[in-house]
């Protein structure tokens, strides 16, 4: 049976999209006497089968190695494009990760998203995350990897764009496949120019060809930046990180999967890109810069936000600048590691901070506080995200930043101190929402708040006890260091730093006391109106000129030849009288002019 699972694991992306395609029916205007819900059940069905599909396909996997598989999928002439497959214990376990959130959140969905309209549509777009992503961990090829997270940018499109009658909604959409759209063009750019180089797309064959490959460094340089940059967008990293801000105007059970698990799919395609891009130093030097500029800037930007789930968007940010440093430092394992870690922790926490929104109707911070003797259960759920996203021993996280930390001790000793550095801040900005939310006075917007219906509970608790158990599942997996390889040094740098964030349960600040410093980072270092001054405003300077071109020198000529010519036959038809005589001179008057325009020039 398991071998069976094992030689069908392409169904895993196959069942969420027959979920797709069984939820048009549902759509409003198709289906009216069921109602839109049956579409809901239907995907939680076909996730669950490809849930159960990836554990049971893990487990008969373990121990064994990676297997290939290849999909035949075009073949026309001399040109074969087939579909290679990675079966790993690696690649399941982000199927089994993938799929298991995806049925969290379309659970949460069920009483979050209960009186909404769109209910198919938000079920049939999260099961194409799911498929989507899915099919990205089992892909081996950079040529359908691209593609893939194309469809992936469509779906945040659709997603961010849900309540499409709310301007700020629509704005928001656009940012956020435009901004990723940046990125995507360079990726593209760098997919096309592999092949001539390489002669494959196969990320196995790429690894072995970059062991030999003697390419310019300038084209190396160029070749690296360009595969990048995708990654870059898809992780919400500056300067590409304002479509992660805006996407929180989509509904919270999808961005339950876009901060925890879709932000991460750059980074695995970083990972399995490693070889080539380690062929440039620039380029791994550019990978660390950019994700330490993320992790400090997310980090600190998240400090003074009121928006409760801007504040947590920002420290998606950060985490993935740290994976971003694990990466270009040539530590993929430990990267994939803390996406593991970040990925639960994040779901959990946007999870609690969701049933907080859902029935207090506001994610004001300034107008929360006093809910801990009200939702003792949600406030479990938070603290157990935070243990689990810090590094707190022994919260999962905190293996992951050590394991990192670790590598880095003895040859860029600088990057612990932003790994601690970032810590503190990330520590203290989710205590300081802990405490705005839970502490204190009970203030008008939550003197009745109950705790949420069970659909929203139940995945909430699951995941709490899920993150709680994560460190026992990673030793048992082998995956944490022995007590003696442990660095004290390290270990205790990264723990002190999260006690002191602790600190911000006290503090909790809704205004930093500086005002020049509370408004750079409350408006994101400004980066909004810098990118309309350097992007926006010269397109749109540009569009004017066109269109100013096209009225009055394209449209004008066009229109001046016509006036003229609708003139002229006006005159011309006061000389059709049958005279003859008069139409010779007409014609003659005709090859005279023409003859002197030519004579002319």
Same mark, same amino acid.
């Given at each position: 049976m398991?071998?069976?699972?094992?030689?069908?694991v392409?169904?895993?992306?196959?069942?969420?999209l027959l979920?797709v395609?069984?939820a048009?029916?549902?759509?409003?205007?198709?289906?009216?006497?069921?109602?839109?819900?049956?579409?809901g059940?239907?995907s939680?069905?076909?996730?669950?089968?490809?849930?159960?599909?990836?554990?049971?396909?893990l487990?008969?996997?373990w121990g064994?190695?990676?297997?290939?598989?290849?999909l035949?999928w075009?073949?026309?002439?001399?040109?074969?494009?087939d579909?290679p497959?990675?079966?790993?214990v690696?690649?399941?376990?982000?199927c089994?990760?993938?799929?298991?959130?995806n049925l969290?959140a379309q659970?949460?969905?069920?009483?979050y998203?209960?009186m909404?309209w769109g209910?198919?549509?938000?079920y049939a777009?999260?099961?194409l995350?799911e498929s989507?992503m899915?099919?990205?961990?089992l892909s081996d090829?950079?040529?359908?990897?691209?593609f893939?997270l194309?469809?992936?940018?469509?779906?945040?499109y659709l997603l961010v764009?849900f309540?499409?009658n709310?301007?700020l909604?629509v704005?928001?959409?656009?940012d956020?496949f435009l901004?990723?759209?940046?990125?995507?063009?360079?990726?593209?750019m760098?997919?096309?120019?592999i092949?001539?180089l390489?002669?494959?797309?196969d990320f196995?064959?790429?690894?072995?060809?970059?062991?030999?490959?003697?390419?310019?460094?300038?084209?190396?340089?160029?070749?690296g930046?360009a595969?990048?940059?995708?990654p870059?967008g898809?992780?919400a990293q500056?300067?590409?990180?304002l479509?992660?801000?805006e996407?929180m105007e989509?509904?919270?059970?999808?961005t339950?999967?876009?901060?925890?698990?879709?932000?991460?799919?750059g980074?695995?395609?970083?990972?399995k890109?490693?070889?080539?891009?380690?062929?440039?130093?620039?380029v791994?030097t550019?990978?660390?810069?950019?994700?330490v500029i993320?992790?400090?800037g997310?980090?600190?930007i998240?400090?003074?936000?009121?928006?409760?789930?801007?504040?947590?968007?920002?420290?998606?940010?950060a985490?993935?600048?740290l994976?971003?440093?694990?990466?270009?430092t040539?530590?993929?394992?430990?990267?994939l590691?803390?996406?593991l870690?970040?990925?639960v922790?994040?779901a959990?926490?946007?999870?609690?901070?969701?049933?907080?929104?859902?029935n207090?109707?506001t994610?004001?911070?300034?107008?929360?506080?006093?809910?801990?003797?009200?939702r003792p259960i949600? /406030?479990l759920? !938070?603290? &157990?995200?935070m243990?689990?996203?810090?590094?707190?021993? #022994?919260g999962?996280?905190?293996?992951? @930043? $050590?394991?990192?930390?670790?590598?880095?001790w003895a040859?860029y000793?600088?990057?612990?101190?932003?790994l601690?550095?970032?810590?503190?801040?990330?520590?203290f900005?989710?205590a300081?929402?802990? /405490?705005?939310? !839970?502490? &204190?006075k009970?203030q008008?917007?939550?003197?009745r708040? #109950?705790?949420s219906?069970?659909?929203i @509970? $139940?995945?909430?608790?699951?995941?709490l006890?899920?993150?709680?158990h994560?460190?026992?599942?990673?030793?048992s997996?082998q995956?944490?260091?022995?007590?003696?390889?442990?660095?004290?040094a390290?270990?205790?740098?990264?723990?002190v730093?999260?006690l002191?964030?602790l600190s911000?349960?006290?503090?909790?600040?809704i205004?930093?006391?500086?005002q020049?410093?509370?408004?750079?980072l409350?408006n994101d270092?400004?980066?909004?109106?810098?990118?309309r001054?350097?992007?926006?405003l010269?397109v749109?300077?540009?569009?004017?000129?066109?269109?100013?071109?096209?009225r009055?020198?394209?449209?004008?000529?066009v229109?001046m030849?016509?006036?003229?010519?609708?003139r002229?036959?006006?005159?011309?038809?006061?000389s059709?009288n049958?005279?003859t005589?008069?139409?010779?001179?007409t014609?003659?008057?005709?090859?005279?002019?023409l003859m002197?325009m030519?004579m002319v020039?």
């Amino acid at each position: 049976m398991l071998e069976f699972l094992l030689r069908t694991v392409w169904l895993i992306p196959c069942y969420p999209l027959l979920g797709v395609v069984l939820a048009l029916p549902w759509f409003p205007g198709i289906i009216r006497r069921t109602g839109p819900r049956p579409a809901g059940y239907i995907s939680l069905l076909l996730t669950g089968l490809a849930f159960a599909h990836s554990l049971l396909a893990l487990q008969g996997l373990w121990g064994q190695p990676t297997r290939a598989m290849l999909l035949p999928w075009l073949h026309v002439g001399s040109l074969a494009l087939d579909f290679p497959l990675e079966i790993s214990v690696v690649t399941l376990s982000a199927c089994a990760l993938v799929t298991g959130l995806n049925l969290a959140a379309q659970v949460y969905a069920i009483t979050y998203m209960e009186m909404d309209w769109g209910w198919a549509r938000l079920y049939a777009l999260m099961a194409l995350f799911e498929s989507g992503m899915c099919a990205l961990v089992l892909s081996d090829s950079l040529f359908f990897t691209y593609f893939i997270l194309e469809i992936l940018t469509l779906g945040t499109y659709l997603l961010v764009g849900f309540w499409f009658n709310q301007p700020l909604v629509v704005t928001g959409a656009r940012d956020a496949f435009l901004t990723k759209r940046i990125g995507d063009l360079f990726l593209m750019m760098g997919v096309l120019a592999i092949w001539p180089l390489a002669g494959t797309f196969d990320f196995s064959e790429l690894a072995i060809w970059a062991k030999t490959a003697q390419l310019d460094p300038t084209l190396a340089t160029l070749l690296g930046l360009a595969l990048i940059a995708g990654p870059i967008g898809k992780c919400a990293q500056f300067p590409l990180h304002l479509w992660l801000d805006e996407a929180m105007e989509g509904p919270l059970p999808s961005t339950i999967l876009r901060s925890s698990v879709v932000v991460a799919t750059g980074i695995w395609v970083l990972v399995k890109l490693y070889p080539v891009l380690a062929l440039s130093p620039v380029v791994l030097t550019v990978m660390v810069t950019i994700g330490v500029i993320s992790a400090i800037g997310g980090s600190l930007i998240a400090l003074a936000q009121i928006d409760a789930k801007r504040a947590l968007s920002f420290l998606v940010t950060a985490y993935m600048g740290l994976a971003f440093i694990a990466v270009g430092t040539g530590h993929g394992e430990t990267a994939l590691l803390l996406v593991l870690t970040h990925a639960v922790a994040m779901a959990l926490l946007v999870m609690s901070l969701g049933s907080i929104i859902w029935n207090n109707v506001t994610q004001d911070l300034s107008q929360f506080g006093g809910l801990w003797a009200r939702r003792p259960i949600t /406030g479990l759920a !938070f603290l &157990g995200g935070m243990v689990g996203l810090i590094a707190l021993p #022994p919260g999962g996280s905190f293996w992951a @930043i $050590l394991a990192l930390g670790d590598r880095l001790w003895a040859t860029y000793p600088g990057l612990v101190g932003v790994l601690a550095l970032v810590n503190l801040l990330a520590t203290f900005g989710l205590a300081r929402v802990f /405490g705005l939310i !839970f502490t &204190g006075k009970s203030q008008p917007m939550t003197e009745r708040s #109950p705790e949420s219906p069970w659909p929203i @509970i $139940l995945p909430m608790v699951v995941l709490l006890g899920f993150v709680l158990h994560l460190p026992l599942l990673l030793y048992s997996w082998q995956l944490l260091p022995s007590w003696a390889s442990i660095n004290p040094a390290v270990a205790t740098v990264l723990t002190v730093s999260s006690l002191i964030g602790l600190s911000g349960f006290w503090l909790k600040p809704i205004v930093i006391p500086w005002q020049p410093l509370h408004e750079l980072l409350a408006n994101d270092f400004y980066t909004t109106k810098i990118y309309r001054f350097v992007i926006v405003l010269p397109v749109v300077l540009a569009a004017n000129l066109t269109a100013f071109l096209d009225r009055y020198f394209v449209d004008g000529l066009v229109n001046m030849i016509s006036y003229v010519s609708v003139r002229s036959g006006q005159i011309l038809r006061y000389s059709t009288n049958g005279q003859t005589q008069f139409y010779m001179l007409t014609v003659v008057v005709g090859v005279a002019f023409l003859m002197g325009m030519m004579m002319v020039l």
